[in-house]
């Protein structure tokens, strides 16, 4: 067998490229020629690698279908929570029950400190606003500024809020009920005598 120094013939490199040394016609003295070859060769059978989580592809969405928002304000934007009680209040027509109940809280601004603290305003239903008096004489006395009530309390809620103020004096108790009640009777009459 001869060497390729007895043939004559100068050795070749070992990537089978068929330069040879020395030529300096193909040769890259880092090996990147060789590394890509390799490269090559091993990724060719292989699929992409992954590099993080998997991507949703991008859609491209027009302007028209309302999901973008400009520099203003917008319905997406975090409201405050003053803001979306007041559109509540708004959308279901509480503005002026609100209101009277408000106004109804300071009762004693209305009808004075003493007439307030022998009253208080019971109840309000389509206009009427009913008020309960502790005894007679201060439901007679309630009953003289009834007019300038319903008037104030126009001013301050709106015209037509209150149309009428119905001024009840106590509660009688109820002789209609119990063991010993008659139906059809006329009461207990004379009996406190």
């Keep these: 067998m001869t ?39 091993t990724s060719s059978g292989l699929p992409p690698a992954r590099t993080g989580p998997k ?39 509480w503005r002026r029950e609100l209101k009277l109940r408000t106004l109804l809280e300071s009762w004693a601004e209305l009808v004075g400190p003493v007439n307030a603290a022998h009253s208080t ?19 007679s006395s309630l009953r003289t ?14 015209e037509g809020t209150v149309t009428r103020l119905i001024v009840k004096g106590p509660a009688a108790p109820s002789w209609k009920h119990g063991r010993r009640s008659v139906r059809d009777g006329r009461g207990p009459r004379d009996t406190y005598g």
């Design 55 to 93: 991507r949703r592809p991008f859609v491209r969405r027009s302007i028209t279908d309302g999901l973008r928002s400009g520099a203003g304000p917008d319905a997406r934007d975090p409201q405050l929570v003053g803001d979306v009680v007041d559109r509540l209040v708004d959308g279901r027509g």
């Design 145 to 158: 500024l009834a007019p300038q009530l319903v008037a104030e309390l126009n001013r301050r809620l709106g």
């Design 121 to 139: 305003a019971e109840s309000y239903a389509d206009g009427v606003l009913i008020v309960r008096a502790e005894a007679t004489v201060w439901a």
């Design 3 to 41: 060497t390729p120094r007895e043939s004559g013939q100068e050795p070749t490199e070992a990537d089978g490229s068929g330069a040879r040394p020395g030529s300096g016609a193909a040769h890259d003295p880092l090996g990147l020629d060789v590394a890509r070859q390799v490269a090559q060769r």
